[in-house]
C-alpha cells in the first residue's frame, strides 16, 4: 500500500458503481442479459481505473503515462464498432429492425458512457488527493449528476405533439388521416388493416422538429419502439402488414401507421412520446438562419 | 444497379391490360382476381397493388 492506493480503489468503486448505474436494461433488452452485461461491466471498471491513475501519475512527475489516455480512446472506440456491428448483424433478423441511425446512437452511447466514467473516476481521485475523503465523496456525487444529466438525451414527445387519428382506405390508397401511406389490393387484407391498424400523426412543434422527425433513422426508430412495446401483427413474408411512416410534404407532418398486436391507444401514445430523439437525427436549419444574418 | 421494385406478376380480365413482361394471370371475374392476387401475394413474399383501372399487380419491395 502506497499513498495512492486508496485513492485509486476509490475512484475505481466511485467509477464502476457510476457505470453499474447508467446500465438501463428496458424495454430495448439492451445490453443483453447475463453476458453482454458483464463485457460492459468489465469495460466500465478499465475505464475507471485508468481515470483514477490520472492523477497520481501527475503528482509522480509521469507525464508520458498519461498517454495511456489515447490508448483507452482506442480501446472505447472499439466498444462502439464492436455494438455496431452485432446489432446491424442482428438488425437483419428482426419483425421491425431498429435502422442504422438507432444503431448508431446505442453505439455511441456505449462509447461516450464509458468516457464519462473515466470523467468520473478522475474527479473523485482527484479530489481525494487534492483535498479529503470527504471531498472525494462530494466530488464523486457531482461528477454523478454531471454525467446523469448527459446521459439521456431529449425525448419525442418534447419536439413534437401526437395525436391519434384514423386509418382509411381511399380506393386500394391506405391513409393514415390525409397521409398517403401505401396501396393495398386486397379486400380482405384492407379489412384486416381497418380491424387492427392503428393511426397516428406526429406534428413537428418548430422548424427544427420538422427536419429532425423527418429523418428516415429517426422513423424507422419510432417504429422500432413501437413494435416492441405493442408487439406487431406480421411474420416475415407479409410485406403487407409492415408498419410504414410517411410524411405530409406540406407541413411536415409525419403519419405512423402500425399493426400492433395488442391494440391500446395510451399505451401506443406514451411509447412515441418516449422515443429518444437520436443523436443524427437532429438538425438544427434555424441557427444558420441567425448566424447568416448576423454576418450580412 | 440494384433493382429494389419489381412486377412480379399481374392480375387482369383483360389480356391487353396487362404490362408487358410479368407473368399474367387471367380471370373471369372480380372474386377470381382477389383471389388470385392474395394467393400469389403469399406465396411471392409479395405486396398486392390494385391500379386505378383494376388491374393487380404484385410487387416484391
Redesign the interface.
Known sequence: MNEYTISILFGVIAGTLARIYMFRTDYRQYPTYPHGMIIHLALGFIAASLGSLVVPSIMEQEFTAVTFLTLAASQFREVRNMERKTLTEMDSLELVPRGASYIEGIAVTFEGRNYLVIFISFVTSFAYLAINLWAGLVAALLAFLVARKYMTGSKLGKIAIIEQKEVTFD??GLYVDNIYI????????QQEILQHGLGFTISPKNFDARMTIGNLGQRQAILHDLAISLGVYRD?????LVPLIKRDLDDGRIGVFILPQNKNVDLAMKVISQVPTLENAIRMPTETKEKGSDES | MKIEKAILATVTRSVAKAPVGANIFVCDSEEEMDGVAADLEAILDGIAHKLSNGVYIIVKH
Open positions: 380506393g386500394a401505401m396501396n393495398i389490393g386486397i379486400p380482405a387484407r416475415s413474408g407479409t410485406p403487407a
